[in-house]
């Protein structure tokens, strides 16, 4: 006898239809276990994915480091000096902490006013290195042009690299790309487009930072540096990392070494990391609940089956005096389960997956009316592995459960099985 | 055809019951043969071993000239395909499969395709008298149907052999005569037939009457029907 016959089926079915009841029971449970498995993983995820997206303005890594006042006097220095960032401050960091990956110094000017032709508006304009596009997460478009390179901070080209904003300002349809605009009376090229899908309001033009130097006379200074790190995982690291950092930058620029206030950093790296924590504890006990719902299932699946089993003893003990062999029985038994806990699983897997993206469709259309504001909820989603592997667990657990009664049941001699009432 | 030895069978518990004590028994092949015996004689569970629906303790048991002992319950099962055919008092049959279904289950189970057992099966119910009854569920069948509806699901594998126990033991009297006239039919086309009951009018309608007490044989009498009855 082949196990999937289609006179077993046919035999199954028949089964199945004379109970109607138990086998909705058994699909149920299993298919509300898959279901709330699903749900409940895919909302955790969806949170995670909606917090960790107003992350995405910025590397989730990056670090920013700025100069203020100092707050003590050191070394012959009085207090409430103003600090500056030099070049070579930047250097000596980079060459001195290996978990710096990308940097830019930064030189920055707002308000200034940028015309071109007959238009013209008031934005912030930033001198920065070509990582710079990098560690802020820009985007430039095929066909918008390009970011700041090596050879406009060489030669301190005149070139700019505007946003969506300028251009749709100043340009009004128009090509930017090889066009001049002018900056506090000073000609530039723009070179590219910016077209981050951030929530800036604000007009952004790019330019090189040594061109900054030069023109807005800081030759050798900088305002603040940013940079990205890498090889720090968790929130430890990241606090030893800034520690060292302000201590090795209060060297450098000459300043008591507990004198904290006088340089800022923030350590984004250090944010993420925590609430990335937050959010595997979170998942995790999410996984938790649901593998309780499962095992909820599999005990209804258990129990039903044994029912099942015991209800139709008499039905076996009758078949096997008419010449069935107990394989063949336990083999119908088996069969019928892994085709409940089959069917019901997949669609209790298909109504989950079906929630979730009615959920994601409202979420969106929630948010995208709102505006672009912070996002709690996004982009619910499942590991297809986990629920294939609680379906498989169920069906399994579902196999056991009428195995082992059916064993039973189908060893009895047919004499006792028949009295069986 | 059947030949016991020497054949015990004791039910464990705590009180031993002891139901079959050296039984030695011959049936030739075409026998028509009915037991007989109070409640409690071990008709039953002859009946039982006979039909390996139930294994026993000493002795020997030959079905065909095969030693039936030990068996395992798939070897018991092809035997009982094969070779046997059971009747019994309550019909057991399956009560969410109609008459047709119900005569057809055990070529199912030797595999033989459906639209083929169908036909047989609806061949068998026309040869019990109950074609026109083919879709109808046992519980839409009198009891007589119902044995009838039994008996033929116990010749569709062509058996050697039929075992019947107490088939006429739910039926009323009238029914009673329709059955045992099926049987006797059954008997002209040279299937053994074993009948254990405890009603003397079935019984007389057999040839041979074995009387069981108290897991003994009490007598072994050949029987011509409406006639004298002689020793064996």
């Known amino acids: ?421 | 055809m059947i030949h016991l030895e020497k054949l015990n069978k004791t039910y464990p518990g705590v009180q031993p019951l002891h139901v079959l004590k050296d039984i030695d028994l011959r049936i030739d092949q075409g026998e028509y043969v009915s037991i007989m015996g109070a409640s409690g004689s071990g008709k039953s569970t002859l009946l039982n071993v006979l039909g390996i629906l139930d294994d026993y303790d000493t002795g020997r048991y030959m079905l065909d000239g095969k030693l039936i002992a030990g068996l395992s319950e798939k070897k018991a099962a092809v035997y009982r395909n094969k070779m046997i055919g059971f009747v019994f008092q309550s019909f057991n049959l399956i009560s969410f499969k109609n008459a047709m279904e119900n005569v057809a289950l055990p070529l199912f189970y030797k595999g033989v395709a459906r639209k083929k057992r169908n036909q047989l099966a609806l061949d068998y119910l026309e040869k019990v008298g109950l074609k026109d009854w083919w879709h109808h569920y046992p519980n839409e069948l009198s009891g007589g149907q119902k044995q009838r509806i039994s008996i033929a699901r116990a010749l569709i594998s062509q058996p050697r052999i039929i075992l019947a126990d107490e088939p006429t033991g739910a039926l009323d009297s009238h029914t009673t005569d329709e059955v045992i006239q099926l049987l006797s039919q059954v008997n002209n086309e040279g299937i053994t037939m074993i009948v254990v009951t405890h009603e003397r009018s079935v019984a007389e309608q057999t040839r041979r009457i074995i009387h069981l007490k108290d897991g003994f044989i009490e007598s072994d009498t050949l029987y011509v029907p409406n006639l004298t009855a002689c020793s064996k």
């Not at chain 1, 071109?116 to 912030?124: F, I, Q, V």
């Not at chain 1, 900088?222 to 520690?243: H, K, R, S, W």
């Not at chain 1, 206030?261 to 250090?270: D, L, P, Q, R, S």
């Open chain 1, 1 to 421: 006898m082949k196990f999937f016959e289609f006179d077993t089926i046919n035999e199954i079915f028949s089964t199945m239809r004379q109970s109607k009841l138990r086998t909705f029971l058994t699909g149920f449970s299993v298919a509300w276990g898959i279901f709330m498995l699903i749900v409940l993983l895919g909302s955790g995820k969806g949170l995670q994915n909606g917090v960790s997206s107003n992350f995405r303005n910025n590397a989730v890594n990056m670090v920013n480091v700025w100069p203020r006042r100092t707050n003590l006097p050191y070394k012959g220095f009085k207090a409430y000096r103003r600090l500056r960032f030099r070049d070579q401050d930047m250097e000596m960091l980079k060459n001195h902490f290996p978990q710096i990956d990308k940097a830019s110094g930064i030189i920055s000017l707002y308000g200034k006013t940028v015309s071109y032709g007959k238009e013209y508006g008031n934005y912030s304009i930033e001198g920065v290195m070509p990582d710079y596009k990098d560690i802020r997460i820009l985007s430039i478009e095929a066909g918008n042009g390009r970011f700041i390179n090596t050879m406009d901070m060489m030669e301190e080209r005149k070139v700019a690299v505007i946003n969506q904003k300028i251009a749709e300002n100043l340009f009004r349809g128009e090509k930017p790309l090889g066009k001049y605009i002018q900056i506090g009376g000073i000609a530039f090229m723009v070179v590219g487009v910016e077209t981050k899908t951030s929530n800036d309001e604000n007009g952004y033009c790019y330019i090189p930072h040594s061109t900054a130097q030069t023109i807005y006379n800081k030759k050798g200074y900088t305002d603040e540096f940013y940079f990205t790190v890498t090889g720090m995982d968790n929130p430890e690291a990241n606090e030893a990392f800034t520690l060292a950092l302000r201590k090795t930058l209060a060297r450098s620029l000459i300043v008591h070494p507990d004198d904290t206030a006088a340089i800022g950093v923030w350590n984004m790296a250090e944010n993420y990391v925590q609430t990335m924590r937050i959010f595997s504890t979170i998942q995790l006990f999410v996984l938790i609940i649901g593998l309780c719902t499962l095992v909820a299932g599999i005990v209804g699946v258990g129990n039903i089956m044994v029912i099942t089993v015991k209800e139709r003893t008499r039905e076996f003990g009758i078949k096997k005096a008419i010449g069935a062999s107990p394989a063949t029985i336990l083999n119908s038994v088996l069969v019928e389960s892994i085709m409940i806990t089959g069917v019901f699983g997949y669609l209790g897997m298909m109504l989950g997956i079906g929630l979730l993206e009615v959920l994601s469709l409202i979420m969106d259309n929630a948010t995208s009316g709102g505006g672009e504001g912070p996002k709690v909820f996004l982009n619910p989603s499942v590991d297809l592995n986990i629920v294939l592997i609680a379906t498989g667990i169920l069906i399994v657990s579902g196999l056991l459960a009428g195995y082992f009664p059916a064993k039973r049941a189908v060893n009895i001699k047919p004499v006792e099985a028949m009295r069986a009432d």
